[in-house]
């Protein structure tokens, strides 16, 4: 049984388990990896995050409900894990354009989330370059900010990002760096979603690597001792997000490797800016 068979599998379970507390240690079992694993491997296959993809298959299946059934709509919400009419109201609406109880009216229309079923599909046949290397501790310095995560297409919230990086803040950048490989890094990390959140948010960091103690004002994150995939991107920037995702759509489930919780990294080289040079870390474990 291949990894799809796995991943599909485990969507089963969530299927089946609309209606109850879904547990995540038996889907990640289900699935034969680590429940971050899956997680990951969901959210690039998928588009959406593993929250958000369970939040609209339940409220998919309230709107059946309502519009088919009389059943009172507090009864519909506690069935699909909400706690109040409220929350449960908010969120139907941002899926449904309508409130709960518009939902049995003639004329009213509902949106249908469907249920994923992972397939294979053959194509690109693109090479991916990468090493297995072993990294000390390290700290990246720059500015940081919460955004939205987006899984497709340029973030709008790093493109604004990028204005912040004023005259002064590269001469504090280029005294700081002296810790190799010397470039910029692009550093993405502590992503969660909350039941309430339309979107997922994450930290993202952009600065350099450095050794020193003195951050002179700038926001840095530390990262640990870790086993890391590079992979080699030659060509433009734009290009990064469709590499990435071929990363967990292709070499994650033909390499013996999966994805740990830690940053990922998308280091430019400086010193080679006129190639496009850059490169992609994604800190694993050996399965």
Not at 114 to 128: D, T, Y
Not at 260 to 277: A, H, Q, R, Y
């Amino acid at each position: 049984m291949n990894l799809l068979e796995h991943m599909n599998d485990a969507l089963t379970y969530i299927e089946n388990n609309l209606d109850h507390d879904i547990d995540m240690a038996t889907v990640a079992k289900i699935a034969h990896c680590s429940e971050f694993h899956f997680k990951k491997m969901f959210s690039y296959l998928a588009g959406v995050t593993l929250l958000e993809y369970v939040r609209k298959r339940r409220l998919t299946m309230a709107g059946f409900e309502l519009k088919d059934q009389n059943i009172k709509v507090i009864d519909v919400a506690i069935k699909y894990g909400y706690h109040s009419p409220d929350s449960f109201a908010k969120a139907f609406y941002q899926l449904h354009g309508i409130n709960p109880s518009e939902a049995s009216k003639p004329g009213k229309y509902l949106k249908s989330f469907p249920r994923m079923i992972f397939q294979l599909s053959i194509s690109g046949g693109n090479e991916l370059s990468y090493c297995i290397e072993n990294k000390n501790a390290f700290t990246i310095v720059g500015i940081k900010e919460r955004i939205p995560l987006v899984y497709k297409g340029e973030n709008p919230a790093i493109t604004k990002m990028l204005t912040k990086l004023t005259d002064d803040v590269f001469s504090k950048l280029k005294s700081l760096a002296n810790a190799e490989p010397l470039g910029g890094y692009s550093v993405s990390f502590n992503i969660r979603e909350r039941e309430n959140e339309v979107k997922a948010k994450l930290d993202h960091l952009i600065g350099v690597a450095t050794t020193k103690k003195d951050l002179m004002g700038l926001a840095s994150l530390n990262v640990p001792p870790s086993l890391w995939a590079i992979f080699a991107v030659n060509g433009n920037l734009s290009d990064i997000q469709e590499v990435w995702g071929q990363i967990y759509a292709e070499w994650f489930p033909s390499s013996n490797y999966q994805v740990v919780e830690g940053p990922e990294i998308l280091f430019i080289d400086k010193k080679n800016s006129g190639t496009n040079k850059s490169e992609i870390w994604i800190p694993v474990e050996k399965k």
